[in-house]
């Protein structure tokens, strides 16, 4: 694998303002310092955009992290801002995520995952005109979603995964089918990766840790999906970024095929914490780390406040990450406890909220 050192490189973050994003650059800063990145989000409402203002306020205080405010589906803004700023490396986050509002909010995915997923290919397709160095690495978030009802455990990124359960995981399986493309055509290395249930301090309000935290503290009652029969592989957002950092550093190998031509330097990874755990433990787990961290007293009647119910449309019943091929290539595997994650999380959630 070819090897890219990230010191005083031009870095593309889309989704800079998320979750992932904005851990991710704070974490380039930590860990490099001498780096150029350039964010772009949209600031869309699809969850408490003071969220997305605290964590963009955050990075913004970084001197050479410079914020672009718009649309990876407008191809304009995109084709500019490549123009602009020329990155080196380009890490593609930005997406409609969730499972559940995919039903009803079908628009969103299509726009911003296939849309905008196509203008950040086309504008890496671009960047070589004129025998310009261009983009280096093309790095993209897919999604564990693409495994579907995989009946094989663990998940593995040789498995076939043709069979979406919804049009989120329709979408990212269709981002590393575009990027295999591009990769082939245009010898553009890139490298997808599958996230596995990422969760943390200041993260999304519409999973459920987050969720059933806000619900628990308004005195509402929790659906615990499929009468808790679930298993989630949960990965602490430290480890994601961890692995995205040492991902954007090496680069699939541009080699040349028999027909003379490029072979695609293309790969697709899991990240995830390889230890799915139990829906009920997890419950239980949060419940201990809400009281230790005085989100909820200690006497809460949490027994009084959980739903059992069947499972809902689209959502799978596991999901377990084979880690191997991360841990082989990059000498990583993510290893926090969900413990010491959920600790993290609620400790913020009482300093954010209360
Ligand atoms: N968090 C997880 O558990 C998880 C799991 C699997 C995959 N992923 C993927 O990882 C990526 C980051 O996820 P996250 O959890 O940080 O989500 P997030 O919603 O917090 O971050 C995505 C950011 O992208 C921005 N955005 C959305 N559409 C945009 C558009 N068209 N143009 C510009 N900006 C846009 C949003 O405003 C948001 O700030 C996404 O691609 C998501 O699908 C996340």
Redesign the pocket.
């Given at each position: 694998m070819g090897y890219i050192d990230l010191k005083n490189r031009r870095i593309l973050v889309?989704?800079?303002?998320?979750?992932?994003?904005a851990n991710l650059v704070k974490h380039l800063y930590a860990d490099i310092g001498d780096v150029i990145v350039i964010g772009?989000?949209?600031?869309?409402d699809?969850?408490d955009i003071r969220l997305?203002e605290t964590r963009l306020e955050e990075i913004s205080a970084i001197s050479s992290f410079a914020f672009v405010k718009?649309?990876?589906?407008d191809k304009a803004f995109v084709t500019e801002t490549f123009e602009k700023y020329k990155p080196q490396i380009v890490v593609?986050?930005?997406?409609?995520?969730g499972v559940r509002y995919s039903i009803t909010n079908p628009d969103?995915y299509i726009?911003?995952?296939l849309i905008?997923f196509y203008n950040i290919l086309e504008a890496c397709r671009h960047s070589y005109d004129n025998g310009a160095a261009g983009v280096e690495h093309l790095v993209?978030?897919?999604?564990?979603?693409v495994y579907g009802v995989n009946k094989k455990v663990p998940y593995s990124t040789d498995d076939k995964v043709d069979n979406p359960v919804s049009l989120?995981a329709a979408t990212?399986k269709s981002d590393e089918l575009l990027a295999h493309a591009y990769s082939k055509l245009y010898n553009i290395p890139s490298t997808g990766l599958?996230?596995?249930?990422?969760?943390g301090p200041a993260?999304?309000p519409d999973?459920a840790y987050f969720g059933f935290t806000d619900k628990l503290c308004k005195g509402e009652n929790i659906q615990i999906f499929n009468y808790g029969n679930c298993k989630r592989d949960f990965?602490y957002i430290d480890d994601v970024t961890e692995g995205l950092l040492r991902v954007m550093r090496k680069t699939p190998d541009k080699v040349t095929g028999e027909d003379g031509l490029p072979l695609p330097p293309y790969k697709v990874y899991n990240i995830g914490n390889s230890n799915p755990e139990n829906l009920l433990d997890f419950i239980d787990i949060l419940q201990q780390e809400l009281i230790r961290a005085g989100v909820l007293p200690g006497d809460y009647d949490f027994e009084a406040h959980k739903d059992l119910v069947p499972m809902q449309p689209g959502d799978v019943p596991v999901t377990y990450a084979d880690t191997s091929a991360l841990e082989s290539d990059f000498g990583f595997k993510p290893c926090t406890s969900l413990r010491t994650g959920l600790r993290k999380f609620a400790e913020w959630y009482k300093a954010f909220y209360m």
């Open positions: 889309t989704g800079a303002a998320g979750f992932i994003g772009i989000d949209n600031m869309n699809y969850y997305k718009g649309n990876i589906a593609n986050l930005a997406a409609q995520a969103a726009e911003s995952n905008g993209y978030a897919s999604s564990s979603s989120y990212k599958r996230f596995f249930t990422v969760y993260g999304r999973m990965t």
